[in-house]
């Protein structure tokens, strides 16, 4: 039961990001408005100068900080809020790269902390359309040390000793810090992540930014914060109608997937979190108590901690759902 009902299941405005990168299918296929090239759409952020702002319901027009520092528990959760206060820990995103993103990399909780006084950046990322040629960098393609990928760094060659990898659509991958990558072009993916927005961008394709000059690179800031060793990052789980389909389990978030060909409720009783639900293909009715909203391909919403039941009304849908444990 709701114990208060001016809390309800949150859909919050896209804030919408052109990138050099960028392409149309956030439009096109996730029907987020825009004329530009967009390359994210960051759907629920905490980010500062990027927080999110509710769009439907009696809380229009309110930030996802004033809702955290009115609702506290009720809307993230007692141990969230807890450990995190008034910051929301997770950062959701869906990315369209046209073109190939810079190779880059992220710091850990604890240089991230030193440096920026932020969290640091564990991600995952579910691929959501490909084209014939999509690939992801994840890693390195050898045995490799500070020593040698200096030396590629330096003579610009650092495109030969970088691990490319195919992927299709439904591929899930497990991005942890330090692990230099880049989203090629043709994918468009979800991201889950912490939230930071703290990138090491180590190559960048000698291409011009937006405004037509090189974007910076982080080589010194990169190199004490990458990892060497060789990373498998891709994550193994079957599809399976109306049932849970964990994905990815990490201190930082728990994703499972859940394919929908009819109606179901979905309990979280045992859950001390909010839970974010992200609309990857299909429609659906969502149900609480006392509320409705019609969901649609490329829809996020979040589930306030105190709301424990939720119903999908579908016949067709996808979703991946995200909640901290």
Sequence with gaps: MNLDPSLYPIKFKPILKEKVWGGSKLS????????????ES????????NVSVVQNGSLMGKTLFQLIDKYKEKLVGEMVYKNFGNTFPLLFKFIDAREDLSVQLHPDDKLAKERHNSFGKTEMWYILETEETARLILGFNQDMD??????????????????SEKVNKGDSFFITPGTVHAIGAGVMLAEIQQT???TYRIYDWDRPGIDGHLRELH????????NFKKTKSKLIFSDKENST??????PYFNTNKIILTKDIERDHLNNDSFVVYMCLDG????KTEGFSLDLIKGDTILIPA????????????????????
């Design 28 to 39: 096109q296929i996730f029907h987020k408005q825009s004329d530009g090239i967009i390359g």
């Design 42 to 49: 960051w759907e629920i952020s905490g980010v500062e100068g």
């Design 146 to 163: 500070e020593e040698k990928y200096l030396y590629y760094l330096s003579e610009n060659k650092l495109s030969e000793i970088l691990h």
């Design 196 to 198: 930071s927005d703290i």
């Design 219 to 226: 080589t010194d800031l990169a190199l004490q914060a990458i």
């Design 245 to 250: 389909i964990k994905i990815c389990s990490t």
């Design 283 to 286: 429609e659906a009715i969502l």
């Design 306 to 325: 105190l709301e424990k039941k939720v119903k999908f009304i579908t016949n067709s849908a996808t979703f991946l759902e995200v909640y901290i444990q």
